[in-house]
């Protein structure tokens, strides 16, 4: 895939496009890689995560604030927001990885994630960088109950249904893909009395579970 359809889904166009090559670059590929740019965009990450969240919910306890910024900078999280960028498609991977279904792995794809974020720093520094993150986390940040930050996304869609006496969820899975050493799963959520269908995919059915049910939140309170 051509790298300007990432650059417009992420909202920077790069300088220098070989901080952009190599924040693509997974280890098995080659060198230079996006290790060291993975660990610059994870400070970056948790940094610009934690004041919005430090500004958005002003009420919050800093043990409450800790444990929202973990949900939002876990690997689930940023593996689908990875998907939604079509990521994998752009990934430089060995053939081993390749082969054995790397692009669509949360775990590369969420350190690629990282990686970009860190390379949009060096290239334009910290305020793009933070309009990047913002943007990227703002369906998770929509989603959050801030009466409820402790709660997992399927407790908290529950809880949201029963509230407004409806009933609650339906998930079903629609496709397992990669072999059995690294599957993944895609499941729907379905609201039906509120017409909303989301989709979630993760390295178990669970993961995938929870983070449709965090889609269907966010889109309840659109």
């Given at each position: 895939m051509k790298p300007e359809r990432l650059e417009a889904a992420l909202g920077h166009v790069f300088g220098?496009?070989?901080?952009?090559?190599?924040?693509?670059?997974?280890?098995?590929f080659g060198v230079p890689n996006n290790e060291r740019l993975e660990f610059l965009g994870d400070s970056v990450l948790?940094?610009?995560?934690?004041?919005?969240?430090?500004?958005?919910?002003p009420a919050l306890r800093e043990g409450e604030l800790s444990r929202l910024r973990a949900s939002l900078v876990r690997q689930e999280t940023l593996a689908g927001i990875a998907r939604q960028l079509d990521l994998g498609g752009f990934l430089r991977l060995g053939e081993g990885e390749l082969k054995s279904g790397g692009a669509q792995r949360p775990s590369i794809l969420a350190d690629a994630v990282e990686a970009?974020?860190?390379?949009?720093?060096?290239?334009?520094?910290?305020?793009?960088?933070?309009?990047?993150?913002?943007r990227l986390c703002e369906p998770a940040m929509a989603a959050i109950d801030p009466a409820a930050p402790g709660k997992d996304p399927k407790t908290a869609l529950q809880e949201i249904l029963q509230g407004r006496h409806l009933p609650l969820?339906?998930?079903s899975l629609l496709a397992t893909r990669g072999e059995a050493?690294?599957?993944e799963f895609e499941m729907e959520c379905v609201v039906q009395e509120l017409g909303i269908r989301s989709t979630g995919v993760g390295g178990s059915r669970r993961i995938a579970e929870q983070q449709a049910a965090q889609r269907a939140i966010a889109a309840i309170k659109q």
């Open positions: 220098r496009q070989d901080l952009l090559r190599q924040a693509l670059t997974h280890r098995s948790n940094c610009v995560v934690a004041a919005a969240l430090h500004g958005r919910f970009l974020i860190g390379a949009i720093y060096l290239d334009a520094g910290f305020d793009p960088a933070r309009a990047v993150v913002e969820p339906r998930y050493h690294a599957q």
